[in-house]
Nanobody, 126 residues
Framework: DVQLVESGGGSVQAGGSLRLSCSASGYSSDCVGWFRQAPGKEREGLAAIYTGGGSTLYADSVEGRFSISQGNASDTLYLETNSLKPEDTAMYYC??????????????????????WGQGTQVTVS
């Protein structure tokens, strides 16, 4: 079974940083990403990485502040979040697309067409 388990969320002051982790097992994926959803708002794509070549995609709202990466064994996905703002407060989710092999992640990311999602980790910035 595919399992995605996020961790690393918490409460921080504005300007602070958090490193979110997503422990992944039970699948092989060319596209993995991070999303967030705040109460009353739509889910927002933050970043994605094409595991085949390492290319990354970022939302304008977080580019330059957040960084997506994979662990050496590719079984952990990270999201480094820096210069956090109160508007970054949300539940953060990792996701993986496992339906077929891909040559890139842009279409999957922009359409949020990931078929596996974690349960989320809460980030609160005050």
């Amino acid at each position: 079974d595919v399992q995605l388990v996020e961790s690393g969320g918490g409460s921080v002051q504005a300007g602070g940083s958090l490193r979110l982790s997503c422990s992944a097992s039970g699948y092989s994926s060319d596209c993995v990403g991070w999303f967030r959803q705040a109460p009353g708002k739509e889910r927002e794509g933050l970043a994605a990485i094409y595991t085949g070549g390492g290319s990354t995609l970022y939302a304008d709202s977080v580019e330059g502040r957040f960084s997506i990466s994979q662990g050496n064994a590719s079984d952990t996905l990270y999201l480094e979040t820096n210069s956090l703002k109160p508007e970054d407060t949300a539940m953060y989710y990792c996701a993986a697309e496992t339906t077929r092999r891909r040559l890139g992640c842009r279409t999957v990311y922009e359409n949020q067409a990931f078929d596996n999602w974690g349960q989320g980790t809460q980030v609160t910035v005050s």
